[in-house]
């Protein structure tokens, strides 16, 4: 199984953007599913965006229009292009791959933070 490490968070002003970039340690060509979670502060996971092998892409409504995940297999990357962003998109942002096992581990992440 890959090992993904996610980069690219940091502090933002409301209306900004950001992009996330998730790094593999091998191959995600075979990968049918990929996708990006959030936790907030208090708050529960929540899946923000995911992007099938094919290129498939689905978000929820909160953040539909704002963000687009995209992945680049010939560099094992997937990334997470987020636009007009909101104090409420504060959160710690995570790469996985779909579907996720109740005993895999989350890592660290990257923080995101949406503040004037």
């Known amino acids: 199984q890959v090992r993904l490490v996610e980069s690219g968070g940091g502090l933002v002003q409301p209306g900004g953007s950001l992009r996330l970039s998730c790094a593999a340690s091998?191959?995600?060509?075979?990968?049918?599913?990929m996708g990006w979670y959030r936790q907030g502060p208090g708050k529960q996971r929540e899946l923000v965006a995911t992007?099938?092998?094919?290129?498939?892409?689905s978000y929820p409504d909160s953040v539909k229009g704002r963000f687009t995940i995209s992945r680049d297999n010939a560099k094992n990357t997937v990334y997470l292009q987020m636009n007009r962003l909101k104090p409420e998109d504060t959160a710690v942002y995570y790469c996985?791959?779909?579907?996720?096992?109740?005993?895999?581990?989350w890592g660290q992440g990257t923080q995101v933070t949406v503040s004037s």
């Open positions: 992007i099938t092998r094919g290129g498939t892409t």
């Open positions: 091998g191959s995600i060509f075979s990968i049918n599913v």
């Open positions: 996985k791959v779909l579907p996720v096992g109740l005993a895999d581990s």
